[in-house]
């Protein structure tokens, strides 16, 4: 069994940054990241890491966010820059291992955390 316990989010104007947490523990290191749900919308993709450190980011987000992590504690930390109104939603973490992250009934979520970008 895998706990995911995410930290930050929360209200900011557009243009500014914010910085999302995840820690897992209960597992060994696997591929983590992030989703996220506007509402009235699917959940989407946002943003993964490899335990190796590859990524891959939705073209939505590229250039914007970084996501990076710390297997010494099994984190990672998504950062989020140059925030739209469009990227508010609720954000999931997500562990899985790399051959079951295609299919989003594999693995474990997060609780989520809300982000919010208005003026």
């Known amino acids: 069994q895998v706990q995911l316990v995410e930290s930050g989010g929360g209200l900011v104007q557009p243009g500014g940054s914010l910085s999302l947490s995840c820690a897992a523990s209960?597992?060994?290191?696997?591929?983590m990241g992030w989703y996220r749900q506007a509402p009235g919308n699917q959940r989407e993709f946002v943003a993964l890491i490899t335990k190796t450190g590859d990524t891959t980011y939705v073209d939505s987000v590229k250039g914007r966010f970084t996501l990076s992590r710390d297997n010494a504690k099994n984190t990672v930390l998504l950062q989020m820059n140059s925030l739209k109104p469009e990227d508010t939603a609720v954000y999931y973490c997500?562990?899985?291992?790399?051959?079951?992250?295609?299919?989003?009934?594999?693995?474990?979520w997060g609780r989520g955390t809300q982000v919010t970008v208005s003026s």
């Open positions: 209960g597992s060994s290191i696997g591929t």
């Open positions: 997500r562990w899985a291992t790399l051959s079951g992250w295609g299919n989003t009934a594999q693995g474990y």
